[in-house]
């Protein structure tokens, strides 16, 4: 069992920044990958950015330049840097763990909502 606590949402101004951040209950040595979706209301979940095995990194086209992960290995923990948001990126961002044992754990959520 994984469990996953998410901080750091917010109200911000389009072209405003926020951090989320994501502590695991365990090493996130342990985990094939990790990172974050969000599901904006009415559509459904998507990625937005990852780290798999050997610290690979992916995004979403959506999100290439402006938000960047990175992860705090000696405190389990994963950020989401978000920079110059958008109306668009309004959504409950989800923290996210897969292991090939065990499979998926989910966070809580945490709400991001971008002002226009």
């Known amino acids: 069992q994984v469990q996953l606590v998410e901080s750091g949402g917010g109200l911000v101004q389009t072209g405003g920044s926020l951090r989320l951040s994501c502590a695991a209950s365990r090493s996130i040595f342990s985990f094939n990958a990790i990172g974050w979706h969000r599901q904006a209301a009415g559509k459904e979940r998507e990625l937005v950015a990852a780290i798999t095995g050997g610290g690979r990194t992916n995004y979403a086209d959506s999100v290439k330049g402006r938000f960047t992960i990175s992860s705090a290995n000696a405190k389990n923990t994963v950020y989401l840097q978000m920079n110059s948001l958008k109306p668009e990126d309004t959504a409950v961002y989800y923290c996210?763990?897969?292991?090939?044992?065990?499979?998926?754990?989910w966070g809580q959520g945490t709400q991001v909502t971008v002002s226009s």
């Open positions: 996210y763990v897969y292991t090939t044992l065990s499979g998926d754990y």
